[in-house]
Nanobody, 119 residues
Framework: QVQLIESGGGLVQAGGSLELSCAAS????????MGWFRQAPGKEREFVAS????????DYADSVKDRFTISKNNGKNTVYLQMNSLKPEDTAVYYC????????????WGQGTQVTVSS
């Protein structure tokens, strides 16, 4: 099992930036990739971005492409989400998740960190 702890959320004005971090521990050697998801009030959880530990291949939701950047530090078992040009519609609880294999499934989730973007 991989344990995940997110940090870096907060309140920011529209157009501002925030960087989220996700520190992984436990069976990190079994992790294939990491992803970021978000859930706004009254909405379903949605995919934001993902990155593979090996090779750093990334994937983004269309809604955040060109504004958000996912990156990793293998030595620290940490994944980051740099969020620029934030919009009020980016307001949500952001979760990181572990993807254990090539299958598009995530099996461990962090507790979430709140991001609030004011207009």
């Amino acid at each position: 099992q991989v344990q995940l702890i997110e940090s870096g959320g907060g309140l920011v004005q529209a157009g501002g930036s925030l960087e989220l971090s996700c520190a992984a521990s436990g069976r990190t050697f079994s992790s294939y990739a990491m992803g970021w998801f978000r859930q706004a009030p009254g909405k379903e959880r949605e995919f934001v971005a993902s990155i593979r530990w090996s090779g750093g291949i990334t994937d983004y939701a269309d809604s955040v492409k060109d504004r958000f950047t996912i990156s990793k530090n293998n030595g620290k078992n940490t994944v980051y989400l740099q969020m620029n040009s934030l919009k009020p519609e980016d307001t949500a609880v952001y979760y990181c998740a572990n993807r254990p294999s090539v299958l598009p499934e995530f099996d461990s989730w962090g507790q979430g960190t709140q991001v609030t973007v004011s207009s």
